[in-house]
């Protein structure tokens, strides 16, 4: 018996196996009373009897009768041992799962973070713990999730960094890095200090592993919840603003969102080719006058073919500045033949379509400066989600957009109407009041109107309508603005100019007409003029004044050089 159990330290043992783990310590005592005198006695450590361990601490010791066969009593006692690591290990994992049920509805709660990082510092006797965030690769400590002394933060290798990624815990001498890995990428981790010597059982890093993986399915629900919420924010504020004011609030809230963003660009199509209109980050000035095919954009640097383009899946490049050739652009009219400088600064790149029942109205582009790895399966899923919804809002402002368009232009000429003019005069009337500068107003009405219109038919006086808005157009300077007013009347806004330049732009308004017929009939117009006057206050509802007198005045003077002598 001397190197092995007897039946009746088997039947102790098989007894103690039916009994739940933390029970065995309190059914052993009477368990061995049981098999008779030459039974050892359980008492306290430091007894100087056959240990009984757990995890490598004494918990017990076996106080042996005289001339007790040793070796039996050594293989019981390490039977108990495998008994109470297995129990130990059962409880353990309870109270791990209990902490990570918690975990559910909770995301990125403060509290709730804190109270898993006490968990596991209470459960396995660590030192502290500190919760790290990820930011363009790089692992960052939130100062809120820091517990006990997490101590200084090591420097990961770049092979350590990359496990990280995967979803691998990390173990050092020092401590554990156990990153929150869901889904995807994982974007949080926390590291833990252990005592000198601490060792990690496969059994302790599954365990971990198991409730860091819940934290991290939490963590990206919560984070989706998040981002669709952020969406219906966005859309109800966009849709309050014109097309060209909700491309800058949309690229921001595209690189607030998606994960591992830094900066962005926004291109919008324009008839055949594709403009920037937003940039974060980015040079505009580099950017501005730039266009891009659509052969360009689609098969150049999206590149994975018109079927993915239409419905609008996300492309992820890697260096870009190195792996695209030969996409080029147009800058003012002119061909470039090369990627623009920025490129080559971008470490990767999410390339999104933004499309609408198969018609891409945009392209996002969101980059990374500084990690070629930062765009997981999580920033794809966020880019897809994002462009669907900026798809439908811009197509929505810019259905919008029209409808004020419409609204503010004159149907027959297609010039702006009074709704516009009365706008435009605020608008003029503020900025030369706040720069200093002078402002004129034409007011012209055709003096022939109802000659032509009761002769020759109302289609040959909407002729002479649009003959007049067009002729009037193509004689004005950049900046200056034409609307018909109403009836046969139009305006002039002349914004930067004096009376007296006003009155060149008039002469060159009769030149403009001099030439042209409607059904052999001349077209003319009387033009009132008024201009802001030195030392001025401008003021809009003045300068409608005076030129409408104006023009008033030069109807009297035509019709007295019409009389006959």
């Not at 042996?64 to 039977?79: E, I, Q, R, V, Y």
């Not at 201009?531 to 109807?555: C, H, I, Q």
Request: aromatic share 6%.
């Amino acid at each position: 018996m001397a190197h092995t159990l007897d039946g009746r330290l088997a039947t102790v043992l098989t007894a103690l196996g039916r009994v739940p783990g933390d029970d065995v310590l309190a059914q052993l005592p009477g368990l061995l009373a049981g098999i008779g005198p030459d039974a050892a006695q359980v008492v306290l450590p430091g007894a100087g009897g056959v240990p009984l361990r757990c995890r490598d601490e004494v918990v017990r010791e076996l106080r042996l009768p005289p001339d007790a066969p040793l070796g039996s009593w050594l293989l019981f006692a390490a039977g108990v041992g495998a008994l109470l690591e297995v129990g130990a290990g059962r409880a353990r994992a309870e109270r791990l799962h209990r902490l990570t049920e918690q975990l559910a509805g909770q995301g990125e709660d403060l509290g709730l973070v804190g109270r898993l990082l006490r968990g596991v510092v209470a459960e396995f006797g660590l030192r502290g713990a500190q919760g790290l965030r990820d930011r363009h690769g790089t692992l960052h400590p939130e100062a809120r999730w820091r517990m006990g002394d997490p101590g200084p933060l090591p420097d990961w290798s770049a092979g350590e960094r990359s496990a990280l990624r995967r979803g691998q815990p990390l173990v050092r001498p020092e401590g554990l890095l156990l990153p929150l890995a869901g889904r995807w990428r994982p974007r949080l981790a926390m590291w833990f200090t252990a005592p000198p010597g601490r060792a990690w059982s496969p059994h302790d890093l599954d365990l971990l592993g198991a409730m860091a993986h819940a934290a991290g399915l939490e963590f990206e629900r919560v984070q989706l919840t998040r981002h669709m919420a952020a969406l219906l924010r966005l859309q109800e504020n966009l849709l309050a603003l014109g097309a060209e004011a909700a491309y800058q609030p949309l690229l921001e809230e595209a690189l607030r969102i998606i994960p591992g963003a830094e900066t962005g660009s926004l291109l919008v199509r324009e008839g055949d080719v594709f403009r920037y209109r937003a940039a974060i980050v980015h040079d505009m000035t580099e950017l501005r006058d730039v266009t891009f095919t659509l052969g360009d954009v689609r098969d150049r640097w999206y590149g994975l073919g018109a079927d993915a383009w239409a419905a609008g899946v996300p492309r992820v490049l890697v260096q870009p500045g190195q792996g695209v050739h030969g996409t080029g652009y147009t800058r003012a009219g002119v061909w470039v033949d090369h990627l623009l400088p920025s490129v080559h600064g971008i470490a990767a790149n999410v390339g999104v379509p933004v499309p609408y029942r198969g018609e891409v109205y945009a392209f996002l582009n969101i980059d990374a400066l500084h990690d070629p790895q930062a765009f997981s399966g999580d920033s794809v899923e966020v880019a897809r989600t994002f462009a669907l919804h900026a798809a439908a809002l811009l197509r929505e402002t810019a259905q919008r957009a029209r409808i004020e368009e419409a609204a503010r232009t004159d149907v027959l000429t297609g010039l702006p109407n009074r709704r516009a003019f009365t706008e435009s005069l605020a608008r003029q009337v503020a900025t030369a009041r706040r720069h200093g500068q002078p402002l004129s107003l034409l007011v012209l009405d055709v003096s022939n109107f109802k000659t032509i219109n009761d002769g020759l038919g109302h289609a040959a006086g909407d002729e002479a309508l649009v003959q007049i808005g067009a002729a009037v157009a193509g004689v004005l300077r950049a900046g200056d603005e034409v609307f018909r007013w109403g009836g046969d009347e139009f305006a002039v806004l002349l914004p930067h100019t004096a009376a007296a330049e006003a009155e060149v732009v008039a002469g060159r308004i009769h030149a403009a007409l001099h030439a042209r017929r409607v059904g052999g009939l001349p077209l003319h117009v009387t033009v009132g003029v008024a201009g802001t006057l030195p030392g001025e206050d401008p003021d809009g509802e003045a300068l409608l004044r005076r030129a409408d007198a104006a023009m008033y005045r030069a109807k009297r003077e035509e019709k007295g050089l019409s009389r006959p002598p």
